[in-house]
């Protein structure tokens, strides 16, 4: 059950955003009254969304939750929430409604997002974990929400809600945040969509599109990854040659491994792409890519900076010429390079997911 507890800020209920209690408010009624986790993939977001619906003391009342949250100097779950109610400026529980043993639930939303400009350098991709606690404002009725954010992974769950922050959706603290904010945007959109919520009518969605339309993977799905990540410089008769292999790759058993990745690589082969050890020096990367691009590109960069630490300063390069660098994941010591246009990049990146061919942004 939701309970009822009053805090001093306005209701999150602006009528066009998204994130509003008109629009989580039914995804919790879903949650709660059909089913408590939800696993699928919306469009434009990285791998699985993962939505459950999880609730105090219940879902840490186990031998591991019971461990963690003595570990993090706690007696019960309850001490748990009351903390967070703190963080969240909602009134804390007394000892009396304690003993009543009432649940308090909450929403888990994780998905992965791109990371920022600095992130990147490190990370190819970073996860995102939207809390979402129900509370009342100016009502005797649950009319409102926080949300704690987290961007690390919960190896420790009761952890990883205590050291979530409290997130101001209208002022992200910085550009993770602000990815992450615009990320959750659509995945509210996928959500109901995928639970054919109505979304009111004035709320502006962040996509026009249907998020929740799954394609199936053809020849055809093949040929628009060959002609995006070559940018189209491919002989036709090379393009039905390179898809043919691959969809019939596709379709083979997993235990056929090296078949399928020997076909990779031969598409790889077959466009103008760059096969490089792990640590490359920035005048290969120059003469490499330029090759690639047809023309002379020149970067800036911190003298002593090698390999992937160049990757800034070649991309902040490319991007002046519409591109970006991507590469095929080998999953070895090696880079295989290739140059796409940055406004193809999301939808190399959904075929990459759909086709089982490996692409890293960079």
Sequence with gaps: MKNFFSNLFNRNNDPKSIISFDVIDPIYSYLYNEQPNLEFKVKGIQDNVLVNLYYFPGSLDH???????????FNNAYDVLNELYKKMDIGVLSQETIEQGLEYDFIHIEFYSEPSAEVKKYLKRVVNNFIIFFCCTNSLETNDFKILYSGSHFLDYTKGLLDAELLDINNPKNETQQIAVKDFKIVLQGICQYLNIEIPQS??????????????????????????????????KELKKQSKKLFKNYQKET????????????????INAWNSDWKFDPEDAEYFISEMIGED???EYPEKTYSHDLFPY???ALEKHGFEL????????????FI???????????????TKIEIDQL
């Design 203 to 236: 709320v502006e969605l962040p996509s026009s599109e249907n998020l929740i339309e799954n394609e199936d993977v053809t020849i055809e799905t093949f040929e628009e990854f060959i002609k995006l990540v070559s940018r189209e410089n491919i002989e036709e």
């Design 63 to 73: 031998e591991e939750g019971r461990a963690e949250i003595k570990k993090a100097g």
């Design 297 to 299: 590109l020149n970067f």
């Design 314 to 316: 070649i991309q902040s």
């Design 255 to 270: 235990n056929e491994y090296h078949t399928i990745i020997e076909g990779h690589y031969d598409l790889f082969e077959s």
């Design 326 to 337: 991507m590469s095929y994941n080998t999953n070895g010591d090696n880079y295989l390079f």
């Design 340 to 354: 796409a246009n940055k406004d193809d990049v999301s939808r190399i990146l959904e075929l990459s997911e759909m």
